[in-house]
């Protein structure tokens, strides 16, 4: 059992160690430009591999991009448009919602062939 633990703690240590000190990353691009019309762009880069880009207009538009390497060695890339409709990000790392069951797809359109009259109340 001794044996088995030590093995252990020997194996957790080696993993522990070998995984990057992200506190020494040094940014390695950098460039940020606002316009006088309210537009703007930014876009920077660091020696851990996080990329992000994003322009936009003000307060009323923004689009960009951002990508890292996950804990697990998965690699993150996510592009995302900021506008009217809402923050809409796209990337293959997020979830999906599972498809519409067939009965709610038939009571929709069920609905949608039959409106509501609405009923005017007397006051």
Do not use: W
């Amino acid at each position: 059992m001794y044996k088995t633990s030590l093995i252990f703690a020997a194996v957790c240590l080696v993993a522990c160690c070998s995984a990057a000190d992200e506190s020494d990353a040094i940014v390695t691009q950098y460039r940020s430009e606002v316009n006088e019309d309210g537009s703007y762009n930014y876009d920077y880069a660091t020696s851990n591999n996080i990329q992000a880009q994003e322009s936009g207009v003000g307060g009323s538009y923004a689009t960009g991009s951002y990508g890292y390497t996950a804990p697990d060695g998965q690699p993150i890339n996510l592009e995302y448009t900021a506008d009217e409709n809402g923050y809409q990000p796209r990337g293959d790392h997020l979830p999906t919602p599972p498809p519409i069951p067939d009965y709610i797809l038939r009571a929709l359109k069920y609905i949608e062939a039959h409106p509501f009259t609405r009923i005017q109340l007397k006051k």
